[in-house]
């Protein structure tokens, strides 16, 4: 007797291993995506920030507490230095899993203006 032969019953299973092989690759594709939106939003919110402890350096005022104000979420300002006349603040990007951390360096000059 004869058997007979369902249509795709050898393969039964290959879509489940090939399915398991493909899965690494979309997990660290996704993480990379994850980790480049975290480093474009800190890089914009640090922008922001510089810009706002810059003015209030211009201003006569606290540059310490402009730029937390203006830093979102849980960003923080690691540092915040004065070179010439301008300030400088560096903001530590959000750690996503496998990579190293990164930090977001800005630096913005406002002219002085005397109230």
């Known amino acids: 007797m004869r058997r007979r032969l369902v249509r795709g019953s050898d393969e039964r299973g290959s879509a489940a291993i090939e399915l398991l092989g493909a ?3 979309v997990v660290i594709v996704v993480l990379c995506v994850l980790q480049a939106v975290a480093f474009a939003y800190t890089a914009n919110a640090a922008d922001q920030a510089v810009r706002d402890g ?13 730029v937390e104000r203006s830093l979102p979420g849980r960003l923080t300002a690691s540092s915040v230095t004065y070179p010439a006349g301008g300030v400088r603040i560096e903001v ?9 951390t990164m930090k977001v360096t800005r630096e913005a000059v406002f002219p002085r203006t005397v109230p």
């Open 23 to 25: 899965l690494p690759v």
């Open 92 to 100: 530590k990007v959000p750690k996503i899993a496998i990579f190293p």
């Open 54 to 66: 810059a003015r209030a350096r211009s201003l006569g005022e606290a540059v310490g507490p402009a």
